[in-house]
Each structure stands twice: as C-alpha cells, then as structure tokens.
Nanobody, 118 residues
C-alpha cells in the first residue's frame, strides 16, 4: 500500500504561480514513477506530468510544457509540481499518482483544487 497526500492548491490570478506537493508513504521503496493528473468540471481526467523515480526523467503534456516543472525529492518521497504562467484552462482538481511499473498508476491522492481567475 502507498498513501499519497497532496498540498498546495488554491486560488491564483491569471499569470500567477502555484506549487503543488505530494508526499508518499508506505511501500515507496518500489516507486517506478510519480505523476500529476488533473480533471476539470465536465471533462475527463488528463495527464499533466510525470517523473521516473530512479533517473529523474520527465514527461509533460503539451498544454503545460514550458510552464510547469515536475521534480522529486527521493529522500522525502515527495514530488512537486511547480506551475507558472497559469491560465484559466488550468483550473481543475489536481491528483498525484504513484506507480511501481510503466503503463498504469496504482495509487492516487485525494486531489487538490487549483482555480485560476481572470
């Protein structure tokens, strides 16, 4: 079992920045990757970014490239999503996810709301 606890969401104006954190606990020795997803009202959940735990390689959705940065702290089992130049279309509930293999995420956080206002 792995538990994920997110923090850092909130309300920000267009062009502003927010930092999301996700702390993992439990069976974290088998971490393959962690990622962030988001779901806006009336839309399906979509991939935002991911990071391979051992090598630190990252993948981003086209919609956030150049604006969001994902990073990890291996010692603290924490993944961070630094978001800048935020747009109204970034408004969503953001979920942290964990996997021990490629291709599917096994555990999810409870979600944190990010709202970008005009």
């Amino acid at each position: 079992q792995v538990q994920l606890v997110e923090s850092g969401g909130g309300l920000v104006q267009v062009g502003g920045s927010l930092r999301l954190s996700c702390a993992a606990s439990g069976r974290t020795f088998s971490t393959y990757a962690m990622g962030w997803f988001r779901q806006a009202p009336g839309k399906e959940r979509e991939f935002v970014a991911s990071i391979r735990w051992s090598v630190g390689s990252t993948v981003y959705a086209d919609s956030v490239k150049g604006r969001f940065t994902i990073s990890r702290d291996n010692a603290k089992n924490t993944v961070v999503l630094q978001m800048s130049s935020l747009k109204p279309e970034d408004t969503a509930v953001y979920y942290c996810a964990w996997t021990m293999r490629s291709g599917r995420y096994d555990y999810w956080g409870q979600g944190t709301q990010v709202t970008v206002s005009e």
